[in-house]
Structures are given as structure tokens and as C-alpha cells.
T-cell receptor
Framework: KNQVEQSPQSLIILEGKNCTLQCNYTVSPFSNLRWYKQDTGRGPVSLTIMTFSENTKSNGRYTATLDADTKQSSLHITASQLSDSASYICVVSDSWGKLQFGAGTQVVVTP | DGGITQSPKYLFRKEGQNVTLSCEQNLNHDAMYWYRQDPGQGLRLIYYSQIVNDFQKGDIAEGYSVSREKKESFPLTVTSAQKNPTAFYLC????????????FGQGTRLTVV
């Protein structure tokens, strides 16, 4: 069973609207959680990285939250742009540095 | 691109052939990794290397081999023993262990014909 589950699997939003992606994990012991953006046919690019003590972190229009107690994270995209169309991947690292990858949420922003 | 270069971008292989995917980084990172990405699945670790002349198997190492003769280079060979090699392959590097930030290359799409 995958230790990192993302939802929804895909979503379509109108340009200018907001959306929220979810990530639930069971990785233990927890070290950090990262969100990556992956454009089609390209490598993932880091958006945020959060440790146990961090509840929220922003990177421009991207805001990630972390609840280490419930083992949940979210990525909020504000005022979406066409360039936000991509797959968003949640990655959780355990204390030994092993990374567990979610399957990603495919976001499509339409005009 | 984070200073990691993968080549080629697209690769076609006949069944029974070995092929080698290149990964070069100029970030002076000690650790390098190879992942495989299949549709609808998360990235899976094939091999990783934390230092020159040393590497470890990941979760799906069967049918693959690597070498780490230089700090900046970590080539991956997909052998004929890999029964389902068609996939998108990603190379990554980090300063140290995987707890630190990982930077990815642009990937190589391998197709068996």
C-alpha cells in the first residue's frame, strides 16, 4: 500500500479560480514533506518543503499546510494561471532519508 | 533545470538490448538517484549513490545497473533482464542524504520497440 495518498487524482479549474490539493501519509518516523510541480514530460521542480514544526509555507501563489498530528498536507493554488497546468506531487521523507512519492494530482487550468 | 542534465530525452530500444541513460550534474552534490515513473504511480527508486564509487539498490533494482566513477556522473543501464522497461526515467541529486533538497533532471523517456 502506498504510504502517500493524494486526492483528487485530477481536477479541472477555470483560470483565476483557487483550488486545493490533498495529501495524506502514513510514513513514519516523519522527517519532512515536499510538494513538487511536474510539467508534462519534464522533471519535478520543488515548490515547498516543510518539517515537523512548520504548519504552513508559501511560495508565491502556492501555499502548503501541514498537520503532522493527522498526517495531512494540502497545497492551495491561488488565482490559478494557465501555466499552473501540471502534475503536483507530494513527497514524504522519513528520518532515514527515504522518500515516498504520491502518484500526483493532475491539474488542468482552462481559459 | 537545477544543473542536472539527462540524455537522451527520448530513447528507443529493441527487446533484448541493453541501453544506458546518462545523468550529469554540476552542482557538486554527493548524492544521486535514479527513479522510474509510470502512469498513475508515484516515482519508484531504482538505485542511489551517496558517494563516489558506492551505490545501493532501491526498491526496484532488478534489471538495472549503475556506476559512480565520478562525482558528477551516475549512468543507468537498463539491461535485457528488465522485463518492462518502457517508462519515464528521472535522475536526481542532493547535497547529502535524501533529507536535503533534491533536484531533478528533465527525464528520459525509454520505449521498447
Amino acid at each position: 500500500k502506498n504510504q502517500v495518498e493524494q486526492s483528487p487524482q485530477s481536477l479541472i479549474i477555470l483560470e483565476g479560480k483557487n483550488c486545493t490539493l490533498q495529501c495524506n501519509y502514513t510514513v513514519s518516523p516523519f522527517s519532512n514533506l515536499r510538494w513538487y510541480k511536474q510539467d508534462t514530460g519534464r522533471g519535478p521542480v520543488s515548490l515547498t518543503i516543510m518539517t515537523f514544526s512548520e504548519n504552513t509555507k508559501s511560495n508565491g501563489r502556492y501555499t502548503a499546510t501541514l498537520d503532522a498530528d493527522t498526517k495531512q498536507s494540502s497545497l492551495h493554488i491561488t488565482a490559478s494561471q494557465l501555466s499552473d497546468s501540471a502534475s503536483y506531487i507530494c513527497v514524504v521523507s522519513d528520518s532515514w532519508g527515504k522518500l515516498q512519492f504520491g502518484a500526483g494530482t493532475q491539474v488542468v487550468v482552462t481559459p | 533545470d537545477g544543473g542536472i542534465t539527462q540524455s537522451p530525452k527520448y530513447l528507443f530500444r529493441k527487446e533484448g538490448q541493453n541501453v544506458t541513460l546518462s545523468c550529469e550534474q554540476n552542482l557538486n552534490h554527493d548524492a544521486m538517484y535514479w527513479y522510474r515513473q509510470d502512469p498513475g504511480q508515484g516515482l519508484r527508486l531504482i538505485y542511489y549513490s551517496q558517494i563516489v564509487n558506492d551505490f545501493q539498490k532501491g526498491d526496484i533494482a532488478e534489471g538495472y545497473s549503475v556506476s559512480r566513477e565520478k562525482k558528477e556522473s551516475f549512468p543507468l543501464t537498463v539491461t535485457s533482464a528488465q522485463k518492462n522497461p518502457t517508462a519515464f526515467y528521472l535522475c536526481a541529486s542532493s547535497i547529502g542524504p535524501a533529507n536535503t533538497e533534491a533536484f531533478f533532471g528533465q527525464g528520459t523517456r525509454l520505449t521498447v520497440v
